[in-house]
């Protein structure tokens, strides 16, 4: 197959200054690249994105197998743009294989169509969409799901456009856009289920589990993830929002691994009736005054740390900043090396 490629240019004063920031940003959440003095060439599933310098600012590229993966490869660059030259260097004009088209290739629209609580805290809402095949992935759980604005019957869709960027809705009929992870996907029947945190704070993800009714509609685009290394040792943790992948890994880690497991729920009542794999070892952690959400867990993994550590895996997802002092921990403090752990901010305390 004929590689698809774009390309668009950005006029930018200090391109220096935008690799510095990208390179940083790649090393700290270790993601593999090239670079040398002109260019960061990251390679992504389905292709390959760069960044070089050109003689006004910025070219990129993007260079994929198929429409699909170009896409998704535009909107990662676009998200680099907006993180280190300022949302207002978008929208960028690409030139090559770019259509405009009705959706997006990975975007479906999903309705409820089951409503189950797990706990008083944790909401499954079953959607159901079609053609779901390409949420089927091994590696990649994570959907961004679309939360139109309350009351919309008929909600508007971000659609791509002829220069390959994203007609939005008005604002007012904009979807809100988060992070969930597909606990069970059935792609003969079409259906995904999602296990919500029903948080106190209010959010649109949040809200929209806790007030869902059958037939209600979302977007759901990805899917998008990382899978973990193989290792005889795994170490994971994590609070609600990543139970569902948590329960996943732990149904696809091999029997010959040891793997220990924390969950944190605020409370005993807030614990789930999982199905658990022999060889993993589960332990749930209810929050303690004192302690910021998350903090207990990234204690429990420094404290079970091996003394040998050449064959360990860490997979962490938690608070934002607790997630941020644990991976700096486990590179600098426990010599973990790239490929060795795993460890994300799944949502950020406001206050912390
Ligand atoms: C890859 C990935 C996968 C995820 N999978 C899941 C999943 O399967 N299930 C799930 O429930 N979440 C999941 N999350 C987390 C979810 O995206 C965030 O919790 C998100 O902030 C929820 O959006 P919201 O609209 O409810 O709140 P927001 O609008 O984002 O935030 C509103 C307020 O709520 C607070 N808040 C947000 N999340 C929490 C929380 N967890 N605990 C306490 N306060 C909170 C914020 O601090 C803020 O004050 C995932 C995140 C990522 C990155």
Known sequence: MTAQRCEATLTLTDVNNFQLRLRSFLDEYDVAYRSDERQVAIELPGGEARFSVSRVGLHVEAEAATRDGLETLRSIIEHYVSLFAGENALPLHWHGDVVAAPTFANFREMRVTRIEDLS???????????????????????????????????????????????????????????????????????????????????????????????????????????????ASHYLLAGDETAIPAITRLMEMLPASAHVEAWLEVESPVDALELSVPDHCDVRWRYRCHGYAPSEQLASAVVESMPVARDDLFVWFAGEADVSQRLRKRLKQEFGLQKGQHLVTGYWKRESA
């Open 120 to 230: 008083p805290s944790i909401r499954r809402l079953t959607l159901s969409g079609e053609n779901l095949a390409r949420f089927d992935h091994p590696e990649e759980w994570h959907v961004r799901l679309h939360f139109p604005p309350v009351g919309i019957e008929r909600p508007q869709w971000p659609r791509p456009t002829a220069e390959g960027g994203t007609q939005w809705p008005p604002e007012d009929q904009r979807a809100e856009i988060r992070y969930y992870t597909i606990r069970r996907l059935d792609v003969v029947s079409g259906e995904v289920e999602i296990d919500f945190l029903l948080h106190d704070a209010p959010g649109p993800g949040g809200d929209f589990a806790r007030r869902a009714r059958s037939g209600d509609i979302c977007g759901m685009a990805g899917p998008y993830g990382r899978g973990v290394a193989p």
